[in-house]
């Protein structure tokens, strides 16, 4: 079936580089994608979501691409801080009442 | 704003008892609520949904229900829990077009 999945599964950055995570989905019907943090023990947190119609959003030092043409989809975040460790997880939908969740990628920020 | 409570945070219950878990919307009306458990290191798993009062959609057949009494809120629960119950149960409440939101989850272990 469908699928959504993330390229890597883990990620170490140096604090203050740039991070690049990924996510490869397959359901070409997809029209809605967000990304979410998860800190250990915690619930998901919505960080930033993006539609079909679109090629790029920003939000505060987070921007997602979405390239329908091969249907990739990645979050970036900018000057990367020990608060951005966490999993990282793309969702996708193609409208309707549930998401499809990726596996999720653990990002590791060292000093 | 909206906010969304779960509780109990964690609980840990002998094979065979019952469950119950509870989650509350504050701050919206009528939303898409939803049920999902997270097994360690693994992405989330779409249990249930509800779009309305008394209205339930089943994604997995396994040991769990749950009910929708009142309009924000919705109940997980079982009869007879199973050691393959254990995990990470969240709760989240959406729109159909604008995402999901978490609770912060409760940690099941069943022993």
């Known amino acids: 079936g469908e699928s959504v999945g993330l390229h890597l599964p883990t990620l170490s950055v140096q604090e203050g580089d740039n991070s690049i995570i990924n996510c490869a989905y397959s359901?070409?019907?997809?029209?809605?994608f967000i990304w979410y943090k998860q800190e250990s023990g915690k619930g998901p947190q919505f960080i930033i979501d993006?539609?079909?119609?679109?090629d790029k959003r920003q939000g505060q030092r987070v921007t997602v691409l979405l390239n329908k043409t091969v249907k990739h989809l990645s979050l970036q975040i900018a000057a990367t801080q020990p608060g951005d460790s966490a999993v990282y997880f793309c969702a996708e939908t193609p409208g309707g009442y549930a998401l499809n969740f990726g596996k999720g990628t653990s990002l590791l920020v060292t000093p | 704003s909206q906010t969304i409570h779960q509780w109990p945070a964690t609980l840990v219950q002998p094979v065979g008892s019952p469950l119950s878990l509870e989650c509350t919307v504050e701050g919206t009306s009528n939303p898409n609520l939803y049920w999902y458990r997270q097994a360690a290191g693994r992405g989330l798993q779409l249990l249930f949904y509800?779009?309305?009062?008394?209205?339930i959609s089943s994604e997995v057949p396994q040991n769990l229900s749950a009910s929708r009494p009142q309009d924000r809120q919705f109940i997980l629960s079982s009869k007879k829990l199973l050691l393959s119950d254990s995990g990470f149960y969240l709760c989240?409440?959406?729109?159909?077009?604008?995402?999901?939101?978490f609770g912060p989850g409760t940690r099941l272990t069943v022993t």
């Open positions: 359901n070409s019907a997809s029209d809605y």
């Open positions: 993006i539609r079909s119609n679109m």
């Open positions: 509800s779009v309305g009062i008394g209205q």
């Open positions: 989240a409440w959406g729109v159909i077009g604008v995402g999901q939101y």
